[in-house]
């Protein structure tokens, strides 16, 4: 595929292009047409490990506004698609939305989740992590079991290169506790 086959399809979104310019008006740039300057004149890829972009078959949840959250995270699946670059890079989900339940009272334990990670072959589809995190809700646990859970789900799911989980829980009698969780276990620590 040339620059020039893409232009067509780029002038249908942001006007007329001409043949000597990615330029629409003065000041705007066309992402279309800027996306197919990746490509060499011949249309060969510059950047050929980018897969070109196809639907996944594995993802269920993405598109679905009538996906129902599981009841427990034992139910729950984390989707995946593949990385979509072969370099290492960092992927941050967070929430302020997480709850789940003292194991001991009953009373919801409300957190904030960081999942920080270097992906590998796969990434976690952030619809399906949220429908995740969302089965704890009615779920008994301690606050560091739920961190080392969701880590372990993660891993189990992806196959990281690293990934750290920091659960941050709200103040109960005074007190807040934050959990972090690692992988692949760091060595060399004080007390390991």
Request: proline share 7%; charged share 25%; hydrophobic share 35%.
């Amino acid at each position: 595929m040339s620059i020039a086959a893409v232009r067509p399809t780029a002038s249908k979104f942001c006007g007329l292009i001409s043949k000597d310019s990615t330029r629409t008006r003065p000041g705007h740039v066309c992402n279309f047409a800027l996306r197919a300057q990746v490509l060499k004149p011949g249309g060969e890829g510059v950047n050929s490990s980018v897969p070109r972009k196809s639907k996944p078959g594995s993802l269920t949840l993405l598109g679905r506004s009538a996906a129902k959250i599981p009841g427990s995270p034992a139910e729950a699946r984390l989707e995946t698609f593949p990385n979509p670059a072969r370099r290492h890079y960092r992927i941050h989900f967070e929430t302020d939305d997480f709850t789940s339940l003292c194991p001991v009272t009953g009373q919801a334990d409300f957190a904030r989740i960081e999942i920080d990670y270097v992906p590998d072959r796969l990434c976690v589809e952030s619809k399906s992590l949220k429908f995740y995190l969302a089965s704890y809700r009615s779920e008994r646990a301690f606050n560091e079991a739920v961190t080392n859970r969701i880590l372990d789900d993660f891993v189990k799911a992806c196959s990281p290169r690293e990934a750290i989980v920091i659960a941050q829980f709200s103040a109960r009698g005074g007190i807040a506790l934050s959990v972090r969780a690692e992988y692949p276990k760091r060595t060399g620590r004080r007390g390991q």
